[in-house]
């Protein structure tokens, strides 16, 4: 079946730097993506969301980005900080309510 | 509360036990999603509801497996002679609707161990 995957499972930054997360997803009639963050013990956490009809989109510190050409998403993370170390998943939205995750990418932050 | 509310937030049980997992999601959220977590796997649907009724269940992994929604509020989820596969964390969200720009919000799960 189709599914939403991560380039890379993990992701060591040093701290004060960008990051960048990538995802690839398959289902080319998604119209809706969102970043997750999970911290250790806890739930997926909303970070952003996109929708099919836009490129780019802007948040506090994060901006995500979508090439619907070669269906890729990716998160960047500004100046990251030590709370930035977690699993980031992207997931996409295939019908009204159904969210397909991928694998997750985990993020280190080295001080 | 002010997030999704899960509990218990750690079950651990004895194979062939039925367990009951309970959500309750953000106030005023009309739709509600249960989904499962193996560990270091991303997260498997397993079940969609619209107010009460649960128009998706394609993601229950077997007939051991139901979930209920009553009020259109708290939701159970149901494992019967659970099996030590079933081990897992069982994740509930929940949004204002299904579709449009309305994210799903997690809570934190119920850490679920099958001895």
């Known amino acids: 079946g189709e599914s939403v995957g991560l380039h890379l499972p993990t992701l060591s930054v040093q701290e004060g730097d960008n990051s960048i997360i990538n995802c690839a997803y398959s289902?080319?009639?998604?119209?809706?993506f969102i970043w997750y963050k999970q911290e250790s013990g806890k739930g997926p956490q909303f970070i952003i969301d996109?929708?099919?009809?836009?490129d780019k989109r802007q948040g506090q510190r994060v901006t995500v980005l979508l090439n619907k050409t070669v269906k890729h998403l990716s998160l960047q993370i500004a100046a990251t900080q030590p709370g930035d170390s977690a699993v980031y998943f992207c997931a996409e939205r295939t019908n009204d309510y159904k969210l397909s995750f991928g694998a997750g990418t985990t993020v280190t932050v080295r001080a | 509360g002010a997030g999704v509310s899960q509990s218990p937030s750690n079950k651990v049980t004895e194979k062939g036990k039925d367990v009951e997992l309970r959500c309750d999601p953000i106030?005023?959220?009309?739709?509600l999603y249960w989904y499962r977590q193996s560990l270091g796997q991303g997260l498997e649907f397993l079940i969609y509801f619209q107010g009460n009724s649960a128009p998706d269940k394609s993601g229950l992994p077997s007939d051991r497996f139901s979930a209920e929604r009553t009020g259109g509020s708290v939701s159970t989820l149901t494992i019967q002679r659970t099996q030590q596969e079933d081990s897992a964390v069982y994740l509930c969200a929940s949004s204002s609707y299904a579709g449009g720009d309305q994210p799903q919000h997690f809570g934190d799960g119920t850490r679920l161990s099958i001895l």
């Open positions: 289902n080319s009639a998604s119209d809706y």
């Open positions: 106030s005023g959220h009309t739709a």
């Open positions: 996109i929708r099919s009809n836009m």
